[in-house]
């Protein structure tokens, strides 16, 4: 008997050597563009709440203390050489990180690109905002709506490189000349989500072309410091400030009339989705055109020719509904 008892244990033993140790939790990067971003962060909670409906997903959020390629590059590396599952960025540049993404698309790595695009070569899959035409009619007709005689619009965008910037801008434009002739775009100028930087932009603009009637920032670091200036040099009522923005952070500025409304898709969906589909391509499923991929409670996302998909319409935020949802995000 105990040499059979000593026999079973053995096997057992054996077995559990063969079968190796328990299986780690799928790691999954969320690579924002910088930290201390509000917008970011509220991804991120979306991010943890997807890791905590499918199970056994550690989500790892991390980025640069300033939004430049260079910072998510060296961060990239470091998550190669941890191994991590899947990479899910919101890219400085679209063609500088495509080589150190490929790299680890090499080592085995699942990367995704979201909100801020990657170049095709870098990335499996691209999840948009939003569909990129109605983003830039919409910042546009933001504006417009509020300037029934027309005038001088100014966009303070993030950074020049800004994948997402640079698209809705050239959508904004081709929309100018047929529904809205007559709003003029007097400038473009870049305040790189540094609160600083797009600060002074926006007194630049202010300085520069004193027949401006509003500054549209499609960033929500541009926007808030837009609006900050026009509070401050008190010309509420004289330059409406709109763009994209997060409620929680910009209610201020609706409630003191520095702005009229603004936009935005939800955040915490966005980090959420780049959760869902980052974990079906670790699990095995392709990303080829015309692939349908599941994004939890959101819905569902088809893939074009890019291998691309937008997520959801933004939504608009003014007087009537900006209490409500700067409670949620």
Known sequence: MKFLHKLAISTAIAAALMAGPASAAERIALV????????????????????????????????????????????????IAQQVDAIAISANDPDALVPVLKKAMDRGIKVISWDSGVAKDGR??????????????????????????????????????????????EAAKEVLPTKFPKIKLAAVV???????????????LISSYPDL????????????AAAQ???????????NVTGLALPSEFKKFIDNGASEGVALWNPIDLGYSAVYLSDQLVKGKAAEPGATFSIGKVGSITLD???????????????SNIEKFSKIY
Not at 60 to 79: C, D, F, R
Not at 213 to 224: D, W, Y
């Open 229 to 239: 200036v026009v509070t401050d040099q008190k010309l509420i009522g004289k330059i």
């Open 124 to 169: 499996l899959l691209h999840l948009n905002p939003s569909e990129t035409k109605l983003i830039g009619e919409t910042i546009i007709k933001l504006a417009a709506d509020h300037l029934p005689e027309g005038g001088e619009v100014a966009i303070l965008s993030a950074s020049s490189t800004a994948t997402n910037q640079n698209a809705w801008i």
């Open 32 to 79: 924002v563009k910088s930290l201390g971003n509000g917008f970011f962060d509220a991804a991120a909670k979306g991010a943890e709440e997807a890791a905590k409906e499918i199970g056994d997903i550690e989500v790892i959020y991390t980025g640069p203390t300033s939004a430049t390629a260079e910072g998510q590059i060296e961060i990239i590396n470091s998550l």
């Open 190 to 204: 870049y305040g790189d989500d540094d609160s600083v930087k797009s600060t002074n932009e926006a007194k630049g």
């Open 305 to 319: 020719d890019t291998n691309a998909a937008a997520m959801a319409a933004p939504y608009q935020f003014d007087k």
């Open 213 to 224: 009637k509003a500054i549209i920032a499609p960033t929500t670091v541009g926007v808030v």
